[in-house]
């Protein structure tokens, strides 16, 4: 009798803990979930040029403003990270809401979610990724916003993304009012992976340096973007750039941009003033800007993360 009560038990206990476990997968797989939350908001996102891509599979990640509890807000360089295959980066962002403004993390997944529509620069306008895709299980790029020396890649064309030249690094009241939509929606509950070892790693190095703090830098930092992750050596990194607009330098500059805006993601009390450019840029047209909609007579364009269908 006492056998069969304690294997009931041990068998109670197993599965407890296998649906604990499932509930800790789960969440992880959300990658939507706010982790920090305070009550100032991060500064405008710095403009920067872009490093080279080091080689083959490696995607890039968009710098960002990180939260530490003693220092304040602290920039996080943009960096090129090999990827899992057949994987997409969701860069994540700030939102305000209730009076405060959340972290909202990043993560790896089959296609690009919902990302505030926090105009990140390089392919991410605001909504999806322009800069590449997968076609197999090789990653293609498009050198029209990414900087890749085809010496080193081969897998590469171009296709021409619209520009802008906004640096609201948020989203919500008084930053970018705009909501997921359904694909994004449907694309949030999709198995997620977080952020690599070496991004974990990236970010806390960022963390350790004083001069990545805005109270430091204000928002101006000096290293703004590395070639791999934690390399913040002279040799690996790109500063901020002095004058607004610039950045992207060593792209296909042979293509002209066509410049369209999706006027379904477009709040008219919130329209601000709109920033061309003949190239691409690394910033948005407008708060309000959801959608990049291009023209590219060559090949047919991808939607949302650049993954081959």
């Known amino acids: 009798m006492k056998m069969k009560r304690y294997l009931r038990w041990s068998i109670l206990s197993v599965l407890a803990l296998t649906i604990s476990m499932l509930s800790l997968s789960t969440a992880s797989f959300a990658g939507v979930a706010v982790g920090i939350s305070v009550g100032i908001a991060p500064p405008a996102l710095p403009v920067y040029e872009q490093p080279v891509c080091p080689g083959p599979g490696h995607l890039w990640t968009p710098g960002y403003w990180a939260w530490n509890e003693d220092g304040g807000y602290y920039w996080v360089p943009g960096t090129w990270v090999v990827a899992p295959v057949g994987m997409l980066w969701t860069p994540g962002y700030w939102g305000f809401e209730h009076g405060r403004y959340g972290w909202h ?11 505030g529509g926090v105009n990140y620069g390089f392919g991410y306008g605001g909504v999806g990724f322009e800069g590449g895709e997968w076609r197999g299980g090789a990653f293609f790029y498009n050198r029209a916003v990414l900087n890749v020396n085809v010496g080193l890649v081969r897998n590469v064309y171009s296709r021409n993304v619209m520009v802008n030249n906004v640096h609201v690094s948020f989203n ?11 694909e994004e929606e449907r694309f949030s509950h999709e198995p997620h992976r977080m952020a690599l070892a070496e991004q974990m790693h990236h970010e806390r190095e960022a963390g350790h340096n004083r001069e990545f703090f805005a109270s430091h830098n204000h928002g101006h930092p000096g290293i703004a973007a590395t070639g791999r992750p934690g390399e913040f050596s002279r040799g690996h990194m790109e500063r901020t750039s002095e004058a607004h607009g610039g950045g992207n330098h060593g792209f296909d500059h042979a293509a002209r941009n066509e410049h369209r805006v999706d006027e379904r993601h477009m709040d008219n009390h919130h329209a601000e003033e709109r920033h061309m450019n003949d ?3 690394a910033r948005p047209v407008s708060h309000e800007v959801r959608h990049e909609n291009v023209r590219d007579t060559k090949q047919s364009q991808p939607k949302h993360g650049g993954r081959d269908r």
């Open 172 to 182: 919500g009241p008084g930053g970018i009012m705009v909501r997921p939509n359904r």
């Open 279 to 281: 190239r691409a840029s």
């Open 105 to 115: 993390g990043g993560y790896w997944g089959p296609h690009v979610g919902f990302y």
